[in-house]
């Protein structure tokens, strides 16, 4: 079985040179997930067809367009992908064979006889498709898809254009992640805090006190640290430090270690991750919050994550311990060595993953599933990036769009002066308007007559911003903000678009490959000044929770031991040198 896993090890890490750079971003299981996905775009305006064509060049298996509409000079003008000699004719069909032109391994198909009405009177159609985008909707439309997508198990984005302002939405009932990438976590998985016999067996060939420089400082750190904690066990009747006092000692005793500490990047490398040494490898929250979800014990669930989510819940009560994903770091060591520990990780990973695997051959069994719904790559996949499995469940369009929450919330949320907020209540409001009067602001107006439709158009913004807020709202929009919304009318700048069309394409390439975290929920684009702000629109009852993304708004950290023992270190570290200065 380790000899399968093994090949399959290097299977996964072979690239195709057509797909090489992004099959560096999501991996062969990824790309595998695009080319059989298909994709389809409500409405060929330009923010939709950009959208497009940022899936169709990394290689989505399909797309279909539904458009009823016909090309006209102004698509001519916003709109690569229509011709002057196409005005006229049905743009679902010109813009489906210029994206088809951009990669042969994409299919094309054209639907000019439909648009969103076409799916919203039949939802059955709705089926064939694993992700729908939705370019320039009226808000009823919105509403109307969301429900429908939510039924099917659909994801759904949302993209509107506005002058110099763009909008996004994602939905999905709920959307797993087995690679989410987080910014900051090392994947690398090395069980110092409990390690296993064959890693105690390579640590202790290694003669530290009788080496030359050279080998000296290219020996791993994990072999450091493992040394050091059997030096410590001996002298302390076999248990590990636990006071701050007793880990700073033994991270001193390391540095003594060290034939030059200042020199040797290993012995460096070992001091700054002697927290890891004091770490067990339970399971990670999001992880354990995954395996307590009700989806793992549905036994009529047919989805491969949750059946690899039960897999693992099992592998983690029987073993009291995770999969070992078989990865390491990069780190100071000489090629001989660093080879030889990747072996001896990636060995017992496979152990690891034959043991998960019988767990899952069980779980099939019981469900009623044959053997091949979850392949071996299936599983490899799902082991190595165990510690980052993820759950997302969006907030319900029609909760964000319909509820009336306790205003308090919101507001406290909206910062003065430099937030987007107001411009995501103009999106929803002009989308409301369109609904309302069958064409957007200022549409039809003259251009030197748009502030004609002003006092319809502020009516419509005060009804979203009560819908959010309630009757009782202080909050307001100035009327600047909203005649340069009439101004923007429905125009489609392609620049813009094709921004917005960027940020879709991406999204879009998240929920589809189940790799990275996705944007949770809502992005406004304010062109004019190059800003883009992301909102969690999340309706927490009976209030509407708004927190806006940006580096003076971050979540606080939970304070673990081990980071209070660094924050300790830091201090001291910090007092000492005031010390010297003294």
């Known amino acids: 079985i380790n000899a399968e896993y093994m090949g399959l090890y290097s299977y996964l890490m072979a690239t195709d040179d057509k797909y090489d750079r992004q099959l560096r971003l999501w991996g062969a299981q990824g790309q595998r997930q695009l080319a059989t996905s298909h994709v389809l775009l409500i409405n060929a305006f330009p923010t939709g067809t950009e959208a497009l064509k940022n899936l169709i ?65 039949d939802p059955s159609k709705i089926a064939p498709y ?108 076999g248990k590990l430090p636990n006071s701050f006092k007793e880990k700073e000692e033994f991270t001193n005793m390391i540095k003594k270690q060290s034939l030059d500490f200042g020199k040797e990047d290993n012995f460096q490398e070992a001091v700054r991750n002697v927290p890891i040494c004091f770490t067990s490898s339970s399971i990670k929250e999001e992880a354990k919050n995954i395996i307590d979800d009700p989806h793992c014990d549905e036994k009529e669930n047919k989805d491969k ?59 099939l069994k019981e469900r009623g599933l044959p053997s091949a719904h979850i392949t071996k790559e299936d ?85 979203v911003i009560k819908d959010a807020l309630g009757s009782e709202t202080k909050f307001v929009i100035d009327d600047k903000h909203i005649k340069e919304m009439l101004r923007y009318s429905n125009a489609k700048i392609h620049t813009i678009c094709s921004i917005l069309g960027g940020v879709v394409g991406q999204e879009a390439i998240k929920l589809i490959t189940q790799i990275f975290s996705p944007m949770n929920n809502t992005m406004i684009y304010e062109g004019a000044a190059s800003k883009i702000g992301v909102f969690n629109l999340q309706l927490s009852q009976p209030m509407l929770l708004i927190i806006i993304l940006s580096e003076k708004q971050k979540k606080k950290k939970k304070t673990t031991p081990d980071d209070a023992y660094q924050k300790q270190k830091q201090k001291k570290n910090s007092q000492n040198d005031k010390n010297k200065k003294n």
């Not at 990636?346 to 998960?356: G, N, P, S, Y």
């Open 57 to 121: 060049l990394p290689g989505v298996g399909k797309f279909t367009i539904a458009d009823k509409g016909l090309v006209t000079p102004r698509d001519c003008g916003n709109n690569f992908f229509v011709t002057e000699g196409s005005i006229g004719k049905p743009r679902a069909e010109i813009t489906t064979a210029l994206l088809a032109e951009l990669n042969p391994d994409s299919q094309g198909k054209a639907l000019p006889d439909a648009d969103a009405s076409t799916f919203i009177k």
């Open 130 to 237: 694993d992700l729908i985008i939705g370019s320039d909707l009226a808000e009823s439309e919105i509403l109307a898809l969301a429900d429908i997508c939510s039924k099917f198990g659909k994801s759904f984005i949302v993209a509107s254009a506005f002058g110099l302002l763009g909008y996004a939405r994602i939905y999905k009932p709920i959307h797993t992640v087995i690679e989410s990438k987080p910014t900051g976590v090392v994947e690398a998985d090395l069980r110092l805090y409990k390690p296993f016999p064959e890693l105690l067996a390579f640590a202790s060939c290694f003669d530290l006190a009788h080496m030359d420089s050279k080998k000296h400082s290219h020996v791993p750190f994990p072999v450091i640290l493992l040394q050091a904690q059997e030096l410590w066990k001996k002298a302390h009747d």
């Open 305 to 363: 994550f949750w059946i690899l989510a039960a897999g693992l819940k099992r592998f983690y009560l029987k073993y009291k311990e995770t999969p070992l994903n078989g990865k390491i770091p990069d780190i100071t060591a000489d090629t001989e060595s660093y080879l030889a520990m990747q072996k001896i990780y990636e060995t017992k990973a496979h152990e690891h993953w034959a043991l998960f695997e019988k767990e899952i051959v069980d779980i």
């Open 379 to 463: 599983i490899a996949h799902f082991c190595s990036n165990n510690a980052t499995i993820m759950c997302i469940k969006f907030n319900e369009i029609s909760n964000e769009y319909l509820k009336k929450p306790n205003p308090e919330t919101l507001e406290s949320e909206i910062p003065d002066g430099e937030s987007l907020i107001s411009w995501y209540f103009l999106a929803r409001a002009s989308m409301r308007y369109h609904q309302k009067y069958a064409f957007w602001p200022a549409e039809k107006a003259p251009h030197d007559k748009y502030l004609a439709e002003f006092d319809a158009y502020k009516a419509i913004v005060l009804s």
